[in-house]
């Protein structure tokens, strides 16, 4: 399995999110901070979905940390979750499907794994990131 998302996407793109937001810098503090904890909560929900074997929930939940993390223009963790969402689709319509023969490209469960700490090590990553680009205001 590739890495792609370690090399060739950056983390966040800072300039596409300033103009999402109109390059109102308290709008972006705010959403950037806000999202955070939906953004952990999601992650724990790819586990979760993992852990339970449950593929379809773990393709949608993929699906949804990539429209949120499209939005946030955090593209090393959409790449991971675009990654996460097709490999658990194909994991998914593989266990709905009549052949019982593996096929040499199929996705195992190991690579789903490795995709999900991937997702969490990119998350590590923006996190840290943001608060670099974006450090917290004092209260």
């Known amino acids: 399995m590739s890495d792609k998302t370690d090399s060739s996407s950056p983390i966040f793109d800072k300039s596409a999110f300033q103009k999402r937001c109109v390059y109102d810098e308290e709008l972006e503090h705010t959403i950037l901070y806000g999202s955070m904890q ?3 909560l999601q992650i724990d929900t790819l586990k979760q979905n993992f852990v339970e074997g449950d593929y379809h929930s773990l393709a949608r939940s993929a699906h949804a ?3 949120t993390t499209g939005n946030l223009s955090a593209l090393g963790l959409y790449e991971s979750a675009k990654q996460l969402e097709s490999s658990a689709k194909a994991i998914n319509e593989r266990g709905n499907s009549t052949s019982s023969q593996p ?3 199929e996705i195992s469960e190991e690579q789903i ?3 999900i700490e ?3 090590k990119q998350f590590i990553e923006y996190s840290a990131l943001i608060q670099t680009e974006y450090p ?3 209260e």
Do not use: C, F, N
């Open 38 to 40: 939906d953004l952990r």
């Open 65 to 67: 940390l990539k429209g």
């Open 103 to 105: 096929k040499e490209t």
């Open 113 to 115: 794994d490795q995709l």
């Open 118 to 120: 991937l997702t969490e």
């Open 136 to 138: 917290p205001k004092p």
